[in-house]
């Protein structure tokens, strides 16, 4: 298991921007592949994004592609989801997961994937 805190959420209104990240203090971070989820009241979880172990691939669910932007910086052992024209449909607490596969395909990508997991934090869009 992979501890993993989330920060940055909050309130902000649609058409804004928000960067939330995931720290952890595992020293073999650079050896898995970091993903976000989201989940909204009353919805499943849901795949937002994915990053390789060492950045060069990223990996985008349709609803956010050219939206959001995946990265990471292994030397401080954190990922990052930079979230820009923010709409009320992505309110939702958003999750950080460490997991060991890596997908060929953004749609492929399922919460069994990672093994690790944060407790996550909200996400609020104001229309």
């Known amino acids: 298991q992979v501890e993993l805190e989330e920060s940055g959420g909050g309130l902000v209104q649609a058409g804004e921007s928000l960067r939330v990240s995931c720290a952890t203090p595992?020293?073999?971070?650079?050896?898995?592949?970091m993903g976000w989820f989201r989940q909204a009241p009353r919805k499943e979880r849901e795949f937002v994004a994915a990053?390789?172990?060492?950045?060069?691939?990223?990996y985008y669910a349709n609803p956010v592609k050219s939206r959001f932007i995946i990265s990471r910086d292994n030397a401080k052992r954190t990922v990052y989801l930079q979230m820009n024209s923010l709409k009320p449909e992505d309110t939702a607490v958003y999750y950080c997961?460490?997991?060991?596969?890596?997908?060929?395909?953004?749609?492929?990508?399922?919460?069994?994937?990672?093994?690790?997991w944060g407790q996550g934090t909200q996400v609020t869009v104001s229309s």
């Open positions: 990053v390789s172990w060492n950045g060069a691939s990223a």
């Open positions: 997961a460490a997991g060991r596969r890596e997908r060929i395909d953004s749609d492929e990508y399922v919460a069994s994937d990672f093994s690790s």
């Open positions: 595992e020293r073999t971070f650079n050896t898995y592949v």
